[in-house]
């Protein structure tokens, strides 16, 4: 299901880059953007499961660039990359007290769409979702003092997810804008050796950017 999932938004993510390059849109604004990630691991195996399970979030960091496009209105067409850093601290799996952690690194491209909502003269409120690419930059597994190359293992290193976030826009002057925002991402379950062993990343990031004009 989630296959067809991807399948369908990336065909719709097509039709719209298609539009935006038969009506030679132009770049409508760049976002620079940092913030906090927070990640939650999904695993199908009830004993890794468990160890997750009321784990504790540690805050992460999120680095993203973007490039959004007009559509029409103000619907815009919105290209980007991104650093995610996701990091959960479990609880005990053994008799010995030994901890089970990840400290993984992905960079990611990702396309989707923005929709601003005027709410004053100088606020808007900003809908958007989108598809992203991943790609495993580095990771750690650690139990208890021992810890594992994440790049060394079976761990899929390419994955896909899908967004969605809700921000607030406040246009400072007609060329610079800042923001906050909220996003939720959903890795789409990812299940590279065995299908009764897979698990998904679930992250909640929270951020602040800059928007820098050059429609006007």
């Given amino acids: ?51 997750f399970k009321n784990g504790d979030y540690s805050p992460s960091q999120h680095q993203a660039v973007s ?6 209105g103000n619907l815009n067409l919105v290209l980007g990359a991104a650093y995610d ?33 005027p709410l004053q003269d100088k606020v808007s409120l900003l809908a958007s ?8 930059l ?18 899929q290193k390419i994955s896909y997810s899908y967004t969605a976030g809700i921000g607030l826009l406040y246009q400072m002057t007609d060329a610079t804008g800042v923001y906050l925002k909220y ?10 050796i065995d299908p009764n062993d897979t698990y998904n990343i679930t992250s909640y990031v929270y951020s602040v950017g800059v928007r820098f004009n050059l429609a006007n």
């Fill in 1 to 51: 299901m989630k296959k067809y999932l991807l399948l369908i938004s990336a065909l719709f993510m097509g039709a719209f880059i298609t539009q935006a390059q038969e009506n030679s849109c132009n770049i409508n604004f760049i976002n620079l953007e940092s913030g906090v990630n927070l990640s939650q691991f999904d695993f199908s195996d009830s004993k890794t499961e468990s160890a």
């Fill in 67 to 72: 490039v959004g496009f007009n559509l029409k």
């Fill in 85 to 117: 850093k996701h990091k959960l601290m479990g609880k005990p799996i053994d008799m010995s007290s030994s901890l089970l952690s990840y400290d993984i690194n992905y960079v990611s491209a990702s396309a989707g769409l923005e929709y601003s909502f």
């Fill in 129 to 136: 979702g989108g598809i992203r690419f991943n790609y495993l």
């Fill in 138 to 155: 580095s990771g750690i597994q650690n139990i208890g003092a021992a810890s594992y190359d994440l790049k060394d293992t079976d761990f």
């Fill in 183 to 192: 996003n939720y991402k959903n890795t789409l379950e990812m299940d590279e």
